[in-house]
């Protein structure tokens, strides 16, 4: 389960993530997701190893219901990514605020000195207007993730960069019919439809020597 900033970390979830792979009675892994996203901050790792997954067992995910900004990042890359008739996924940008308290703290009476070493270390601080050049840097770092974020989309996707770039919402979140009109998703599915799809795939995979009391297990397991 993939959720908002402050529930579960990347690196909980990647540990998880491994713990299913290593276990041999896990054939599948589900990835629930109901998050708006959160910081870029572990993002593109964790999607990594959700590509790097995908190449030893099924991973499939679904935005349940929703699934924007870090949250796609991951599902996306995961081997099908499904959305729920009501849900919604995108949101594919990078944004950052900085907050210009000068005036306000003026008006308290109250004057800041920043003490500080190195050219650029209280670049951009809340006490005076962003200058020029903060604004630019500022700008260079939102670029950057940004172009690391379509690239992750496109990745998974199996589509090119600029189809991320110039379509798939720009930034929007859309709802289910038009983020699959947009290649954006695999399907529209409740998640009980894509548990018993699971379960489909995992009774077509086991061989016929498997015993039922195996199968009734496996059954059980697979997510």
């Known amino acids: 389960d993939v959720s908002g900033p402050g529930s579960v970390s990347t690196q909980q979830f990647a540990g998880a993530l491994r713990q299913a792979l290593a276990d041999g009675s896990v054939r599948q892994i589900l990835i629930d997701i109901d998050s ?3 910081s870029v901050y572990g ?17 499939i995910a679904i935005a349940n219901s929703l699934a924007a900004s870090a949250a796609y990042w991951i599902g996306c890359a995961a081997s099908e990514l499904y959305v729920t008739p009501g849900g919604e996924v995108g949101s594919i940008g990078v944004w ?3 907050f ?13 000195t920043l003490i500080s070493a190195g050219k650029y270390k209280v670049e951009g601080n809340p006490y005076a207007p962003l200058d020029a050049d903060a604004q630019g840097f500022m700008q260079s770092r939102v670029d950057d993730y940004y172009a690391a974020f379509t690239k992750g989309v496109a990745r998974g996707r199996g589509v090119p960069i600029a ?6 919402g720009q930034g929007r979140v859309l709802g289910a019919d038009a983020a699959l009109a947009q290649n954006m998703v695999d399907g529209i599915a409740t998640f ?10 995992a009774k077509g995979s086991i061989k016929p ?7 009734a297990r496996c059954n059980l397991e697979i997510v």
């Open 36 to 38: 708006p996203g959160g």
């Open 43 to 59: 993002a593109a790792e964790l999607a990594d190893e959700i590509m790097s997954a995908r190449s030893r067992k099924p991973v």
């Open 96 to 98: 950052q605020a900085h």
């Open 100 to 112: 210009d308290y000068s005036q306000a703290l003026a008006a308290e009476g109250v004057a800041p």
């Open 163 to 168: 189809q991320v770039r110039d379509g798939m």
């Open 192 to 201: 009980d439809d894509v548990v018993n799809k699971m379960r489909r795939n």
């Open 209 to 215: 020597s498997v015993s039922r009391l195996a199968l």
